[in-house]
């Protein structure tokens, strides 16, 4: 009698077209933890069964509240008052809502949490990663890159900081036996803590550090890290860093000061390294004299900085195991660039050339510079370029450099500045295309330089 009740309940629910209803609870789940946290917070209006059923949601709950003071800054008909107090009540609505979804969550446990804003919340910080802890997250991004672009904030931004507070010593809040990826930006953590986290995150394998200011000697070792992936960008208060990391693939390293303590005591999977700021200048005229050369012949990716005020012609090792070379280049506008001619000189094989302009400032230009590429690049497949502005020495560069190229096949033109490489994916599209159509026109400016075997994209 009841199963036949049942199956004439479903025949009228089928029959009014409500088919979502019919589905099983698990099926519902496993269909909203493939959606965004928005996305499944909108399907409450398909039927009465689906109404709460988002509150189950086990994806990734992904807040993105950042750039939101450069929007602002772009109104200028609206004075820096205004736009900052419409500012500051956004920031609060937008802290409402978080709060609220996170207060309705009623899963056990999800595969992430970002929150990614301007200024962030200094006061919420331990209460997100105990909430991230509790909910047994997978992945952990907090990024509140001080990037301001409007009054007051221009002038307070540097002094607000979003400090991890530990309630204990050692903490105890930050134990996430499955989290994979951990990325904090603009949140100052001291030595302590990030060896807790090594400690208690056993499964972590991405460990990224933005813009903190209370490193100072880190050592990341232990024989069961399973990490593969530590990138240390701003942080400028390290004078020393202690790895022993037997699983590490990838290391980005960005430090204002030239000379800091490195010893990769142990890293024989390391195959991509990043040396940026002005640590890139040190390591570029000491390579063959550091104690980690030998860990330099075995990558396969290397990304270097080149500074405008360093331009000297230097006698490098040559390094016939890389095959992609990124190189980020600040000049001024019609600038000598001898510098980067010089760097790749030292690595013949590099299969994939990325370069990433950077123009400080145009003013008057200085003498034409003839670029003066002595040796060819025949391993050399594709040319890919970012912050291309049309300037005389950046065409210049890339003409040198196609004409010593005979296998060369494409060249792709990225819109987006290097400025903003570190910010979320979802961000740096959306700042793509804003400049694609003023990129479309640098582009037009290079055409007449490159061959017809050679394919000119644009991403």
Request: charged fraction near 25%.
């Amino acid at each position: 009698m009841l199963v036949q009740r049942s199956q004439r309940n479903t025949r009228s629910i089928i029959a009014h077209g409500d088919l979502i209803s019919t589905m099983p609870d698990d099926i519902i789940a496993n269909v909203l933890s493939r959606l965004t946290i928005k996305e499944a917070s909108r399907t409450s209006v398909l039927s009465t069964k689906w109404r709460y059923q988002w509150t189950y949601f086990s994806g990734v709950i992904d807040f993105d509240h950042s750039l939101k003071t450069y929007q602002y800054a772009r109104k200028r008909k609206v004075g820096p008052k205004k736009r900052c107090m419409v500012f500051l009540s956004d920031w609060e609505k937008f802290m409402s809502q978080l709060e609220h979804v996170q207060k309705s969550l009623k899963s056990p446990s999800m595969q992430g949490l970002r929150i990614c804003m301007d200024l962030g919340n200094p006061l919420k910080i331990a209460e997100w990663i105990e909430y991230a802890a509790k909910k047994d997250v997978q992945m952990l991004e907090l990024d509140f890159s001080n990037h301001y672009y409007i009054e007051p904030l221009l002038e307070i931004g540097y002094y607000i900081r979003n400090v991890l507070p530990m309630s204990s010593s050692p903490p105890t809040n930050f134990q996430m036996k499955s989290l994979l990826v951990l990325r904090l930006v603009s949140v100052d953590v001291c030595d302590m803590v990030i060896q807790h986290v090594l400690v208690s995150c056993p499964c972590l394998e991405t460990l990224c550090v933005i813009e903190s200011r209370k490193l100072t000697r880190l050592d990341v070792s232990g024989q069961a890290l399973r990490l593969k992936h530590l990138e240390l960008l701003d942080c400028h208060s390290i004078i020393s860093l202690h790895i022993f990391a037997e699983n590490l693939m990838t290391f980005n390293f960005r430090h204002r000061e030239e000379k800091v303590e490195i010893i990769f005591a142990s890293v024989p999977n390391l195959v991509e390294a990043s040396f940026r700021g002005w640590f890139a200048s040190y390591l570029q005229s000491n390579m063959d004299h550091l104690d980690y050369y030998e860990t330099l012949l075995q990558l396969h990716v290397l990304k270097l900085d080149i500074y405008p005020i360093d331009w000297r012609i230097l006698d490098l090792p040559v390094f016939s195991n890389l095959k992609q070379l990124e190189l980020l280049i600040r000049h001024s506008s019609g600038a000598k660039l001898d510098r980067a001619i010089n760097l790749l000189d030292a690595f013949p094989s590099v299969s994939v050339l990325k370069i990433k302009f950077r123009r400080n400032y145009i003013g008057p230009n200085e003498e034409e510079w003839e670029a003066n590429v002595k040796d060819e690049y025949p391993n050399l497949r594709e040319l890919q370029v970012s912050g291309y502005k049309r300037d005389p020495s950046q065409i210049e560069l890339l003409v040198s450099i196609v004409e010593k190229a005979p296998n060369l096949s494409k060249i792709v033109v990225d819109p987006l500045s290097s400025f903003y490489e570190n910010r979320s994916p979802d961000v740096q599209t959306r700042i793509r295309e804003r400049r694609r159509d003023v990129a479309v026109w640098y582009v037009g400016g290079l055409k007449p330089y490159v061959p017809p075997s050679v394919e000119l994209a644009m991403l």
